[in-house]
Structures are given as structure tokens and as C-alpha cells.
């Protein structure tokens, strides 16, 4: 007797103001190790966010197209554990850039554990010349002489797109 196949599925999330390469390339990574990655924008309504939820959704299908396994979505005021339950993943993917970056998400690591111990975290370290990429990073270098050039480095093309035309005047 064959057994059931387990759908693999798990969530990526951040909040993807604007995507960047780091974003893409930890997309990249993670949706070869599992079946279904949804890439979850995490909305906090007391932080204000260059873009709406519905651009950052737009980025992100736009650069995850090539990408079957991909679903992009949203959640709001709930613990990603508790959202990536709701959506029957089992795993979350994590980005660990630096030591602080590795100290905060094992903390938190540890709090999901508590709240749904089924759930396992992924951490994935990018390479050197991407580690350092932040969307705050990117939103900083818009408007300084020579910005458009310099932010070809940092962000996929229809992401540079997209900060091109709402910075014209810039």
C-alpha cells in the first residue's frame, strides 16, 4: 500500500518594503527545498510602509514568476508560527545575515516552539555580497546623486522598475 504524499510547505516572510536581491535570492533557496513556499508580507498597522501591501504583492509575483512552487500572500496582527499554521506549513524560513540577526532568531525560534512545537524553522545564510541588502538599506540610497545606478545592485529589475517611476522627480 502506497503511502500519502506530505505536501512540504512552508513560509517565508518579511515585510518586502521593496523586495530586494537578499529577498530573492532566500525565495530562490527556499522554494527548491520545499514543495510550496508562500512568501507571507507581515503587515503591522502601526508601521508605516513605503508601499501598500498590494505593490509589495505586485513586486513579488513579478520576480517569483519563474518560480511554480511560489504563492505570495498576507497577514495581518498574528504571529507568523500561528499564521503558518493556519496555512498548514510546517516550516518557516528564516534569513540569518549577521550574529544579531542569529541571537534574534533563535530567540524567536524558541517562542514559536512554545506556541505550535510542530513547527520547525529553517535558517538559510546568504552569500557575503548580498548579506548586507536591507529594503531600509535600499529606501536610503533613493534621491543621492547617482542613485539609480547604485540601486541596480541591490534590487531585482521590476523591483528597479517600480522605484524608478515613483521617484521621477527625484
Given at each position: 500500500?502506497?503511502?500519502?504524499?506530505?505536501?512540504?510547505?512552508?513560509?517565508y516572510a518579511g515585510s518586502?518594503?521593496?523586495?530586494?536581491?537578499?529577498?530573492?535570492?532566500?525565495?530562490?533557496?527556499?522554494?527548491?527545498?520545499?514543495?510550496?513556499l508562500i512568501v507571507a508580507?507581515?503587515?503591522?498597522?502601526?508601521?508605516?510602509?513605503?508601499?501598500?501591501?498590494?505593490?509589495?504583492?505586485?513586486?513579488?509575483?513579478?520576480?517569483?514568476?519563474?518560480?511554480?512552487?511560489?504563492?505570495?500572500?498576507?497577514?495581518?496582527?498574528?504571529?507568523?508560527?500561528?499564521?503558518?499554521d493556519s496555512v498548514g506549513?510546517?516550516?518557516?524560513?528564516?534569513?540569518?545575515?549577521?550574529?544579531?540577526?542569529?541571537?534574534?532568531?533563535?530567540?524567536?525560534?524558541?517562542?514559536?516552539?512554545?506556541?505550535?512545537?510542530?513547527?520547525?524553522?529553517?535558517?538559510?545564510?546568504?552569500?557575503?555580497?548580498?548579506?548586507?541588502?536591507?529594503?531600509?538599506?535600499?529606501?536610503?540610497?533613493?534621491?543621492?546623486?547617482?542613485?539609480?545606478?547604485?540601486?541596480?545592485?541591490?534590487?531585482?529589475?521590476?523591483?528597479?522598475?517600480?522605484?524608478?517611476?515613483?521617484?521621477?522627480?527625484?
Amino acid at each position: 500500500m502506497q503511502q500519502p504524499t506530505v505536501l512540504r510547505r512552508a513560509v517565508y516572510a518579511g515585510s518586502f518594503d521593496p523586495p530586494t536581491n537578499g529577498h530573492l535570492w532566500m525565495i530562490a533557496q527556499a522554494q527548491q527545498l520545499f514543495d510550496e513556499l508562500i512568501v507571507a508580507i507581515g503587515v503591522n498597522a502601526d508601521k508605516k510602509s513605503t508601499y501598500t501591501v498590494a505593490e509589495r504583492q505586485q513586486m513579488l509575483q513579478d520576480i517569483t514568476a519563474q518560480f511554480a512552487n511560489v504563492r505570495i500572500a498576507a497577514f495581518e496582527n498574528d504571529f507568523l508560527v500561528n499564521y503558518a499554521d493556519s496555512v498548514g506549513a510546517r516550516f518557516i524560513v528564516r534569513g540569518i545575515r549577521t550574529g544579531a540577526d542569529y541571537e534574534y532568531e533563535r530567540a524567536v525560534r524558541y517562542i514559536n516552539a512554545d506556541l505550535q512545537p510542530e513547527i520547525r524553522t529553517v535558517f538559510l545564510m546568504p552569500p557575503r555580497e548580498i548579506a548586507e541588502i536591507s529594503s531600509t538599506m535600499v529606501k536610503g540610497l533613493v534621491g543621492y546623486k547617482g542613485w539609480r545606478q547604485v540601486l541596480l545592485r541591490y534590487v531585482p529589475d521590476a523591483v528597479y522598475q517600480k522605484i524608478l517611476m515613483d521617484n521621477q522627480e527625484r
